[in-house]
């Protein structure tokens, strides 16, 4: 049986929902292949370019800027599962003017896809909006903070079901960033200098997850049992209604990418970043070459 170290990024659904499912389904024993999933959010570029790695945003910002030569070999979704949670009052994002919002680090790739969509928003983060800086995944004091009032909105990832928190508190979500910008970014993905693509054992997960995408849209009960493991906060009926709105319609089939969706996220990630677009959507997401 071949092994790899097989890295995710960031917490939640968006991160993790392809590799649990192939994980809890046995999916990589069956594909021949033992898998260390390693929590790489802290780590940096140096380390993580040794596994395989989930995180198709933070890649893509590596290659951009790093010029370490990463492609990926998978991709779950093309829309971000982040949104813009606010306190009562706001009904937009354009509301966020003069408020103080909670987010991502400018430089990640969820702080990048947040002033991406706030640009288009007419919005220029640094100076229409109070941003309060805070580490991924630091939702839970960001609910304490809108609760108390200390911040007015906060951007939030896939750890909870942000329309049904917002029901329970009486809050509004203004935005989800799925339907305002798209970009693969959550798969499989290599730096080639260290892990060839075509290496059995990443081969053989990319089909474990490409498997584990076919039960997000032929198995609901399956996939809903799955997702209350990371939302147990939200009832059944919740999870069930978050899996119908923003999972089974915008995750992938096939592990295939959109080129021409991806060369438009390239583009405006390095306009946002300051850096030239020195890889093509071609070049880095090499989908069809992976074995089925």
């Given at each position: 049986?071949?092994t790899i170290?097989?890295?995710?990024?960031?917490r939640?659904?968006?991160?993790?929902?392809?590799?649990?499912?192939?994980d809890?389904?046995?999916?990589?024993?069956?594909?021949?292949?033992h898998?260390?999933?390693?929590?790489g959010c802290?780590?940096?570029?140096?380390?993580?370019?040794?596994?395989?790695?989930?995180?198709?945003?933070?890649?893509?910002?590596s290659?951009?800027?790093?010029?370490?030569?990463?492609?990926?070999?998978?991709?779950?979704?093309?829309r971000?599962l982040?949104?813009?949670?606010?306190?009562?009052?706001?009904t937009?994002?354009?509301?966020?003017?003069?408020?103080?919002?909670a987010?991502h680090?400018?430089?990640?790739?969820?702080?990048?896809?947040a002033?991406?969509?706030?640009?288009?928003?007419g919005?220029d983060?640094d100076?229409?909006?109070?941003?309060?800086v805070r580490?991924?995944?630091?939702y839970?004091?960001?609910?304490?903070?809108?609760?108390?009032?200390?911040?007015?909105?906060?951007?939030?990832g896939?750890t909870?079901a942000?329309?049904?928190?917002a029901a329970?508190h009486?809050?509004?979500v203004?935005?989800?960033?799925?339907?305002?910008?798209?970009?693969p970014?959550?798969?499989?993905a290599?730096?080639?200098t260290?892990?060839?693509?075509?290496d059995?054992a990443?081969?053989?997960?990319?089909?474990?997850?490409?498997?584990?995408?076919?039960?997000?849209?032929?198995?609901?009960?399956?996939?809903v049992?799955?997702?209350?493991?990371?939302?147990?906060?939200?009832t059944?009926?919740e999870?069930?209604?978050?899996?119908?709105?923003?999972?089974?319609?915008?995750?992938?089939?096939d592990?295939q990418a959109d080129?021409?969706?991806?060369?438009?996220?390239?583009?405006?990630?390095?306009?946002e970043?300051?850096?030239?677009a020195?890889?093509?959507?071609?070049?880095?997401y090499?989908?069809?070459?992976?074995?089925?």
């Amino acid at each position: 049986m071949h092994t790899i170290d097989l890295a995710y990024v960031g917490r939640g659904l968006h991160e993790e929902l392809a590799a649990y499912i192939a994980d809890q389904q046995d999916y990589y024993a069956e594909e021949g292949v033992h898998v260390a999933l390693r929590d790489g959010c802290a780590w940096d570029a140096e380390r993580l370019r040794h596994c395989a790695t989930i995180g198709l945003g933070r890649a893509l910002l590596s290659r951009l800027t790093d010029g370490i030569p990463w492609v990926a070999l998978n991709v779950n979704s093309q829309r971000p599962l982040f949104w813009f949670l606010a306190r009562p009052g706001l009904t937009s994002l354009a509301d966020l003017a003069g408020r103080r919002l909670a987010v991502h680090a400018p430089h990640t790739p969820p702080g990048a896809f947040a002033r991406i969509v706030l640009r288009k928003a007419g919005l220029d983060p640094d100076r229409d909006v109070h941003t309060i800086v805070r580490s991924p995944g630091a939702y839970g004091m960001d609910l304490r903070r809108l609760s108390d009032g200390s911040i007015d909105a906060a951007y939030v990832g896939s750890t909870m079901a942000p329309e049904a928190v917002a029901a329970e508190h009486g809050w509004r979500v203004l935005a989800w960033v799925g339907d305002h910008f798209q970009i693969p970014t959550v798969g499989v993905a290599v730096d080639p200098t260290y892990i060839p693509p075509d290496d059995p054992a990443v081969q053989a997960v990319v089909r474990a997850h490409r498997r584990a995408l076919q039960v997000i849209h032929e198995d609901p009960d399956t996939t809903v049992r799955h997702m209350r493991t990371f939302l147990g906060g939200q009832t059944a009926q919740e999870v069930r209604a978050h899996y119908e709105t923003f999972i089974a319609p915008y995750f992938t089939t096939d592990g295939q990418a959109d080129l021409a969706v991806g060369d438009k996220a390239i583009t405006a990630v390095a306009t946002e970043l300051g850096v030239p677009a020195t890889v093509t959507s071609a070049e880095f997401y090499r989908t069809a070459t992976a074995t089925a």
